[in-house]
């Protein structure tokens, strides 16, 4: 059985994310959609003593735009970022094992394009630091034609995917009838019941940029994600 996802890349995403991506023999990044303001694409929320706090990425008003044509043309934003990121995780267990990593990735480079920014947190996080071994695609290898939901599942069949995992976010807009006429099987994927993990500046909270995880717990990380169900499986 061949898993396939699809998902427009995001901003240094949350757990789930990668959770989804660790699910996937094949995971395609889906780019060549409409750009969405206030989004998840060019932002994500860390915590701080005060609370959840966002850091955005900013890409311009325009809305008239693919999110791989997004471009990215103030720099300033990447030393901002870093120095949030380190005043708020600085004293994580952590932060010193990937600090390299992620100035590399803020410092080492200046970013043009928010796709091929995403693309590449998103690729190196999951191979360098999670370990997973999850092939990466891009839709614009596909050469689709659709639209919507008849562009999703061309581009379904087109990976030759016989199971199709999504978001819970998705069946406001696909129909699994389709999917079933096509002799691809559809899962939702399911969020709940993620353990907590020591995390700073209570209360807990869930759904932050998986950089709180990483300067948390290192290592351990992919347990929290998704080897917990193995455990889980075993007790029963």
């Not at 427009?8 to 757990?15: E, M, V």
């Not at 581009?155 to 129909?175: F, M, N």
Request: proline fraction near 4%; hydrophobic fraction near 35%.
């Amino acid at each position: 059985m061949k898993n396939v996802v699809i998902l427009q890349s995001n901003y240094i995403p949350w757990k789930g994310y990668f959770d989804l991506i660790c699910d996937a023999d094949l995971f395609i990044f889906y780019d060549d959609l409409q750009f969405t303001k206030n989004d998840w694409r060019n932002r994500n929320k860390i915590k701080t003593p005060r609370g959840l706090e966002w850091i955005t990425i900013p890409v311009g008003t325009d809305s008239n735009r693919l999110i791989c044509e997004v471009q990215i043309k103030d720099y300033s934003w990447q030393a901002k970022h870093w120095k949030t990121i380190q005043q708020h995780y600085g004293k994580s267990p952590y932060f010193a094992s990937y600090r390299d990593f992620f100035e590399d990735i803020y410092l080492g480079q200046k970013w043009t394009n928010l796709s091929v920014l995403n693309q590449t947190l998103i690729r190196s996080i999951s191979s360098e630091i999670l370990n997973i071994k999850t092939e990466f695609r891009d839709s614009r290898d596909y050469n689709l034609s659709g639209l919507k939901l008849e562009r999703l599942l061309e581009l379904v069949t087109k990976a030759e995917a016989d199971r199709y995992i999504s978001g819970p976010a998705a069946k406001d807009y696909i129909d699994p009838s389709r999917f079933a006429e096509a002799n691809i099987e559809l899962i939702w994927k399911d969020y709940s019941g993620y353990p907590e993990y020591p995390q700073r500046f209570s209360p807990f909270e869930h759904g932050v940029s998986i950089l709180d995880l990483i300067f948390n717990v290192g290592s351990d990380a992919p347990w929290y994600i998704w080897e917990w169900r193995k455990s889980e499986t075993q007790s029963i």
